[in-house]
């Protein structure tokens, strides 16, 4: 970290008409050796942020032997243990399973989130202030107090052992999209509402064909979000799915880690693979909506 | 209409007291309900009525299949006695106390080196973000890999320095170490999060610094903290909330699900041991009380937080 230059000799430069001078004359070489140095550092930071995957990658095409060689490219490379995990689980099976868990979740969780969102942005009525701090205070309840209860719920209705309790729960919205999405509504002008109303159009519309459209990336980043949350969740899953044909991706990867490695068989290429399988999606996502999780995450701690 | 006071700054006046207001004010009231019903209801069913019944719940013995018995207080007694309740609690707590401040004080040093990249800012804050999409269980797998005490990559890294690394992942005394190590490959959101705090202090009062002639150290200390000091409190929060509900990485890594049962008691954290008692022993009725136990921990240690933060943090446009 001493790559930033710790205090500067320009600080002993004498404010006044000498400083100008003095600046133009030392500051851009320093500035640049300063920024390079910086640049040379967060490079190297970033060899430690990526390698980590790359390393996964690379041992997934490694035999068993090889997969703690620690080598960055594999000695004998091998696509064996893609059709080995691919015989040894249903992969295909829990991808679909995953994908449709995902693609409910995160379109429950955004559709409801928004429409809850627009209506505390939007209209005003007596209680509304106390009524969102309800909601705010919800996100400081630990998910545990009601993981049994809401256990209990679903399984009093018959839904335990299916894929429905990992992703219903979003058709009531989450209080965090509900906050996030409220902070985007409040930004809106309001005449385009009030041109809309005078034209007869009513709160469904206004709300379906003005709001939304002109909130797109914030729904978008719910969506995200919220995708990215269901596809790695696992306690939810460890709780609610028994037959492993219903498993989602990341519970798939604990039955392949408990079958293969640290308690069992130590076949650790196929958990690596396996693990593989199960990240490149996100990473995918990623690169799809880069703009949105970066702008996305920006928001959330500012309004914090 | 006391709650008009409180709508955003563009919004028209309140509806005067004429006649007709407050038939229009019911009637958009009503709207507003209808486009808020999905969250009451959710809140009913699936906050409001599961905090009571989780809390009836604690008063219990109860294993889904035959009703539940009323106990009083027992589930809490036993609690009280416990030596796996006094375990996972003191595990989640050394483990908070490591990774908390690490985690801060790294995504801190991140971002302000970001500040200072210039134009290349955005491609490095990607690059930093990228391992947070990583699924949790699959981090737990490389915890197992990368930490490995004989032939991991850390260790082998640590050699190059002609350290010799423990063995991070069964060694009891590094194994919250290493946990806290593999949760800094996750920091990405936070350093967004200061970063952007950061390009929010306002350009002036470094040149007010400067001119004062402070250095860089100085303009941090003086100008950057107490600048981004409310982002720094709500990173150290949300974190410090995370990391008493430790689950995943640490159940993947070190605890058998189904059939296969290994386990490790360096690893038993408060959130792991009510998910192994509600749903593995099916002693809901405990793991009730355990949750509650939890709300009140999580509960304190945030109000300790407030508290402090009150004489820390600086927020625009604050009386002093």
């Not at chain 1, 000695?75 to 064996?80: I, K, S």
């Not at chain 1, 256990?151 to 209705?157: R, S």
């Not at chain 2, 929060?237 to 008493?244: C, D, E």
Request: hydrophobic share 50%.
């Amino acid at each position: 970290m001493t790559a930033v230059p710790a205090a500067p000799p320009e600080a002993a430069v004498v404010p006044g008409a000498a400083e100008g001078e003095g600046r133009l004359r030392t500051q851009p070489a320093r500035r640049r050796w300063a920024r390079a140095a910086v640049v040379t550092a967060l490079a190297a930071l970033t060899v430690v942020f990526i390698y980590p995957l790359v390393w996964l990658l690379s041992a997934s095409f490694k035999p068993r032997g090889e997969v703690f060689d620690n080598r960055l490219i594999p000695a004998t490379p091998t696509l064996e243990n893609y059709v080995t995990v691919w015989q040894e689980a249903p992969l295909a099976l829990w991808l679909v399973n995953t994908l449709v868990v995902t693609a409910l979740a995160a379109g429950t969780v955004t559709l409801s989130s928004a429409l809850v969102a627009w209506g505390f942005a939007y209209f005003r009525f007596r209680g509304r202030g106390a009524l969102f701090t309800l909601v705010l205070a919800t996100m400081m309840l630990p998910g545990a107090v009601t993981l049994i209860p809401t256990f209990l719920i679903w399984n009093a209705l018959g839904l335990v052992g299916t894929n429905v309790p990992l992703w219903a729960g979003n058709l009531f919205g989450s209080a965090f999209y509900i906050f996030l999405l409220r902070q985007f509504f409040l930004g809106l002008p309001r005449e385009p509402f009030e041109a809309a109303k005078l034209d007869g159009a009513n709160n469904w519309a206004m709300f379906w064909r003005i709001a939304v459209p002109l909130c797109r990336p914030a729904i978008v980043l719910t969506f995200l979000f919220e995708a990215q949350a269901s596809w790695t969740d696992l306690m939810r899953p460890l709780v609610y799915l028994q037959d492993s044909s219903t498993y989602t991706i990341p519970r798939g990867l604990k039955a392949l880690i408990d079958q293969f490695g640290p308690g069992g068989e130590s076949q650790w290429e196929i958990v690596v693979t396996a693990s593989v399988i199960t990240t490149v999606p996100m990473i995918v996502l990623f690169f799809l909506g880069q703009r949105h999780f970066v702008q996305g995450i920006s928001t959330t701690g500012s309004k914090g | 209409m006391t709650s008009a006071a409180a709508a955003p700054a563009a919004a028209p006046a309140p509806p005067s007291r004429r006649p007709g207001a407050s038939v229009s004010a019911r009637r958009e009231r009503n709207a507003a309900l209808r486009f808020i019903s999905p969250w009451i209801v959710g809140f009913l069913v699936f906050t409001a009525w599961p905090i009571l019944y989780s809390a009836y719940l604690s008063l219990t013995d109860y294993d889904v299949l035959t009703d539940p018995t009323f106990v009083g207080t027992d589930n809490y007694e036993r609690m009280a006695t416990d030596p796996k309740v006094r375990l996972a609690l003191w595990n989640t707590l050394q483990y908070t106390i490591i990774q908390v401040p690490l985690y801060v004080v790294v995504a801190l040093a991140l971002a302000l080196l970001l500040n200072q990249a210039g134009r290349s800012a955005g491609f490095f804050r990607t690059a930093f973000f990228i391992p947070k999409m990583t699924p949790p269980v699959a981090v737990g797998v490389l915890l197992l890999l990368l930490f490995n005490g004989q032939y991991g990559l850390v260790n082998e890294v640590l050699g190059v320095f002609g350290i010799d690394g423990p063995s991070w992942t069964t060694d009891a005394a590094w194994i919250k170490p290493g946990l806290a190590l593999i949760s800094l490959w996750s920091v990405g959101s936070s350093v967004i999060i200061l970063l952007a705090a950061l390009r929010d202090v306002p350009t002036e009062l470094y040149d007010a610094a400067r001119v004062d002639g402070a250095g860089w150290w100085r303009r941090t200390r003086t100008v950057t903290l107490p600048m981004i000091s409310g982002a720094l409190f709500f990173v150290t929060v949300v974190n410090t909330i995370a990391a008493f509900q430790m689950f995943t990485e640490a159940y993947s890594a070190y605890f058998g699900a189904g059939n296969s049962t290994y386990s490790n008691d360096a690893a038993l954290f408060y959130v792991i041991y009510l998910f192994r008692e509600g749903f593995e022993q099916l002693h809901m009725g405990y793991a009730s009380a355990l949750a509650w136990l939890l709300f009140v921990v999580i509960m304190l240690v945030t109000a300790v937080q407030l508290l402090v933060s009150r004489r820390l943090v600086y927020y625009e446009g604050e009386q002093r």
